[in-house]
């Protein structure tokens, strides 16, 4: 019987040992931010493109144009917004697409874009009817 016991603590002792290292590594792991690649805009950056691209965006649409030319003036416009903020076409692509893969980042961005958007809409002073 003495031996029973013995391997009993010896093998409970080992799980014991086991979950700790087990909740070390995760706690460890849960504690490192999740480090934003070289090359990738920050969320304020990505709020501010996007805020530009939506505003510009909601200009062109009410110039009763075409859809088809109000793509094309877009693309120009597109290209403007980026040389005025300093981020390549390409860079916004590629942070957009990291932040679709990060689902709670995306969320915070579009948060703060929405926020954003209110602010200017509240800045608008308000055009009364004659």
Known sequence: MYGVRKSVKGTRR?????????????????SQKDRVPEGILTQDQMVS?????????????????KRDSLSQIFE????????????T????KKSLNYYMDRPLQMEL??????????????RIPAVKPR
């Open 49 to 65: 493109v996007m805020s530009e691209l939506y505003i510009t965006e909601q200009k062109i649409s009410t110039l009763g144009i």
């Open 14 to 30: 080992y799980v014991t040992q086991s979950w700790m290292v087990v909740i070390v590594i995760f706690a460890l792991s849960c």
């Open 109 to 122: 961005i579009y948060t703060s874009l929405v926020d954003s958007l209110n602010l200017r809409e509240q």
């Open 76 to 87: 120009v416009m597109k290209g403007k917004i980026f040389a005025k903020t300093g981020v």
């Open 89 to 92: 076409d390409s860079v916004f």
